[in-house]
């Protein structure tokens, strides 16, 4: 196992290889990560402490982003005890810029085959409903799935946290507790089998932005790459033209 890092600009090697994984080695590596996720969250509680007594509304602006600071802190010791398990070797790859599809991505190899997860940290609020949570960028989507034997997968983990501050109170201390569920099927999932009830599309960026939407409601659909490209240009059909000036 081993640990690096990658610039935004710095071409990743499993877009250079290119070579389809064996059937059944995405729902390996799926089990694999949602397992090393359970183990980095083993305690599933996170404490933070501040100088002032920050509110609800605070509390769902931070709330991800300490879980995803978390997670690249811990998870590399997660897969080194997981290493050697059902896969030869895992790799943890962290960008260095905060403009990857990824938070983190994970390297599965198993004899000469290998298959990567570029996985997508999103915290849930359970206090809170409607958030609609910017998942990817249509054109990077695009850009990935176009290829339909490549081995790289967009991988959303939905963390679902229950705050100790609820709305309208206020603490110095904030605890997340990390919900059970956040560990299962329904919030570690490749992105492109995520249903059709469950993607939005906002006029964000160029050419679009998905967004998830029922959070509270996730159910799957097990698309091939080729069906998410085809919906993915649907809904960009669906973005409101700018008007022209």
């Known amino acids: 196992m081993s640990t690096t890092t990658r610039d935004m600009d710095e071409e990743p090697e499993h877009q250079r290889a290119g070579t389809t994984p064996p059937e059944g080695m995405l729902v390996d590596a799926l ?10 969250f083993r305690d599933h509680s996170l404490k933070a402490s501040f100088s002032w007594s920050i509110g609800g509304r605070a509390v769902s602006e931070i709330g991800g982003r300490l879980i995803e600071d978390f997670a690249l802190d811990a998870i590399a010791a997660s897969v080194k005890r997981f290493e050697g398990s059902t896969f030869d070797r ?6 260095t810029s905060g403009r990857t599809v990824e938070d983190f991505a994970l390297a599965f190899q198993r004899g000469s085959s290998r298959l990567d997860f570029l996985v997508d940290v999103k915290g849930h609020n359970e206090l809170r409903t409607g958030s609609r949570p910017n998942l990817a960028s249509i054109r990077k ?4 799935y176009s290829e339909p034997l490549a081995s790289t997968e967009i991988i959303i983990f939905f963390c679902r946290y229950l705050p100790n501050i609820k709305p309208g109170e206020r603490s110095r201390t904030l605890t997340l507790q990390i919900m059970d569920d956040s560990f299962r099927e329904l919030c570690i999932f490749p992105l492109r089998w995520l249903s059709r009830s469950n993607l939005d599309v906002g006029n964000i960026g160029a050419g679009g932005q998905l967004l998830l939407a029922r959070e509270n409601q996730v159910q799957l659909e097990l698309r091939t790459r ?12 669906k973005l409101p033209r700018l008007p022209l000036r």
């Open 226 to 237: 080729t069906e998410f490209v085809a919906l993915l240009q649907l809904l960009q059909q």
């Open 141 to 144: 989507c695009l850009a990935l």
């Open 31 to 40: 089990e694999a990560t949602r397992s090393m996720l359970a183990d980095t």
């Open 90 to 95: 895992i790799d943890v790859e962290i960008p």
